[in-house]
């Protein structure tokens, strides 16, 4: 056996084992949530947010390795339809859980309870939010928190955790806003009016109508992120669920041991701070190891779009000693962050993330298939849309697991979209030359085959690249690379890819300018959803759609039925 493949087998080893015990002491939760609109004032300015149990965030669901969950989601939002998305759960066996109007189920409509149960097959830190329409904007979100079963030690220690979600925020309803992005002319949703950090900001009231904006409120005092207790270490689990912004996270004086990505542990690397794109998560370690006299600033900052309209999400990390007052904003001024529009220093982070040493998943040594997926923005019959290989997606009025499961071919697009783009001739920084496609086509995958997907960025219709986070349903993906211009797979095709020891995650970003390129095997039979996590990007149509091995999926719950050719099936 040669020296490389003991570390391979010694994980697998490990990860068998941890399944044996999670599966010995396995337990269900069960919760009840009843999802509503409520008038909140997260950032001072009060507008109604979609809520779960009244809350916003949401709870965060706890639970060890092997766990069931168990939601029995209770629609009271009285004129709108629902579906929660369980971001970075694989739902092997139940595909129908995953939570996507359109492609998993039918949405939930007002007045209906529909019950979400699947297992945690992995431990690490996960999110879960609304997936209809767009309406993540208007709030529900939370995060999921699976630990090891007891016995086991991760590659990392530390005293005491706690969990850090990161959002903004807009003042504009979501309707508004999807009607903007659906009129012409167009109207994007401008940026957001605030940052949060657990579901709080700070917006300068003196910018608001009158009466609509109170700083004096509880909910606008500077927010405690947690209190450090000198010497102790802390493991803080990041997550972002923003609807637009790329962030910046950090904590004044304190740098952080970045450990854990996605569910997957890292080889640990030292950060001031963390870049972090909407559907990404990561566990960092921080020491409380400053003058524990005074608190310190934590703060997120938008990079990658021009900040000057949103300001820094804050909050305090205030130090438990005697002496210190534990209210008392720090004495400094909040760090400013990076320059925003620095793209190589993300790039940077994207390829410093390699998988722990000890926890390298084998990855297999070529891909069965290579998908060569272009962005472009396009006008299509005067509307504004995103398009992959020039196709924009729009999800079937019948969702794509009860069609394809059933056999409803006329549900959905049956003519296949391209598996690549003219590479050789299209020009990426200049907006897209062809008007494009709306459709519901559906990439077929051979059950068990390794796929490729090479991601390819361009400008958009205003000469500018974004940066695009990728999140896959149903799987985690090895990250092969990151460049720069345009992919060659004649040049780039394995020159510049990390085959060694490659990061898993289930969400990505594409740079602006650049390309990533990622590979996944295609062995957990349904229907999985693969898109752009920017909530306006995917509403315009920024995403494809995988299927394999459908024919192996159980049987369907009536409860996903009743929509579009399903109607009388609930």
């Known amino acids: 056996m040669p020296p490389s493949a003991r570390p391979l087998l010694a994980a697998a080893a490990v990860l068998c084992v941890w399944l044996l015990v999670a599966v010995a002491e396995a337990k269900e939760h069960h919760y009840e949530w009843d999802i509503s609109y409520q008038l909140k004032s997260p950032d001072c300015f009060e507008k109604l947010a979609v809520t779960v149990n009244g809350e916003a965030p949401g709870p965060t669901i706890r639970a060890t390795l092997g766990d069931t969950i168990v939601v029995a989601v209770h629609n009271k939002l009285e004129t709108e339809n629902t579906a929660i998305h369980w971001h970075g759960i694989r739902q092997i066996g139940t595909p129908w859980a995953d939570g996507v109007a359109g492609v998993t189920q039918c949405p939930i409509l007002p007045g209906e309870t529909f019950t979400y149960k699947f297992v945690v097959d992995r431990p690490g830190t996960y999110l879960y939010h609304a997936h209809y329409g767009m309406q993540r904007v208007a709030g529900l979100n939370g995060m999921i928190v699976v630990t090891v079963p007891d016995g086991f030690v991760e590659p990392f220690s530390y005293d005491e955790e706690h969990t850090v979600l990161l959002g903004d925020w807009w003042h504009k309803s979501v309707y508004e806003q999807a009607t903007g992005l659906s009129s012409n002319p167009f109207v994007f949703v401008t940026e957001p009016q605030s940052l949060l950090i657990n579901g709080r900001g700070m917006f300068n009231c003196s910018l608001a109508p009158s009466g609509t904006c109170n700083a004096s409120l509880p909910d606008c005092a500077l927010p405690t992120l947690f209190t450090a207790v000198p010497g102790k270490t802390y493991l803080l689990r990041i997550g972002s669920l923003t609807s637009l912004s790329s962030l910046y996270f950090e904590i004044e004086g304190h740098p952080m041991m970045v450990v854990e990505a996605d ?211 149903g799987h985690d993906f090895w990250v092969l690379g990151h460049g720069e211009g345009k992919f060659n797979p004649a040049a780039d095709a394995w020159r510049l890819l990390n085959v060694r020891d490659p990061i898993m995650k289930n969400t990505v970003p594409l740079h602006p300018d650049g390309w990533t390129a990622v590979r996944f095997r295609a062995d957990n039979p349904g229907v999985w959803l693969f898109h752009c996590h920017v909530e306006a990007h995917v509403f315009m149509g920024m995403g494809v759609v995988f299927e394999e091995g459908v024919e192996r999926v159980g049987r369907l719950p009536s409860s996903i039925m009743g929509c579009g050719q399903s109607k009388g099936l609930h």
């Not at 992959?388 to 729009?394: A, Q, R």
């Not at 009025?397 to 006329?410: C, E, H, I, N, S």
């Open 263 to 473: 569910g997957h542990y890292v080889r640990p690397f030292a950060a001031r701070g963390l870049f972090i794109y909407s559907g990404e998560t990561y566990s960092v370690l921080v020491k409380a190891d400053q003058d524990p006299r005074r608190n310190y600033w934590a703060a997120s900052h938008v990079v990658g779009r021009n900040p000057s309209q949103t300001p820094s999400g804050k909050a305090v990390v205030s130090y438990a000693f005697n002496g210190n007052n534990p209210w008392m904003p720090p004495p400094t001024a909040p760090p400013a962050g990076p320059a925003w529009n620095n793209t190589a220093i993300r790039v940077e982070q994207s390829r410093a993330i390699f998988a722990h040493p000890r926890f390298v998943e084998p990855m297999p040594a070529r891909a069965d298939r290579t998908l060569l997926l272009l962005n472009t923005q396009n006008r299509i019959d005067g509307h504004i849309k995103w398009t992959i290989n020039g196709v924009s997606l729009m999800f079937p009025a019948t969702p794509y697991l009860v069609a394809m499961k059933r056999g409803m071919k006329d549900a959905y697009e049956q003519r296949p979209p391209p598996d690549m783009y003219d590479h050789m001739s299209h020009d990426i920084s200049a907006p897209a030359p062809t008007n494009g496609t709306v459709g519901s086509p559906v990439y077929r995958l051979a059950l068990g085959s390794v796929v490729d997907v090479v991601l390819q960025n361009s400008n958009a219709l205003n000469n500018k690249s974004e940066t695009h986070p990728w999140h896959l349903h």
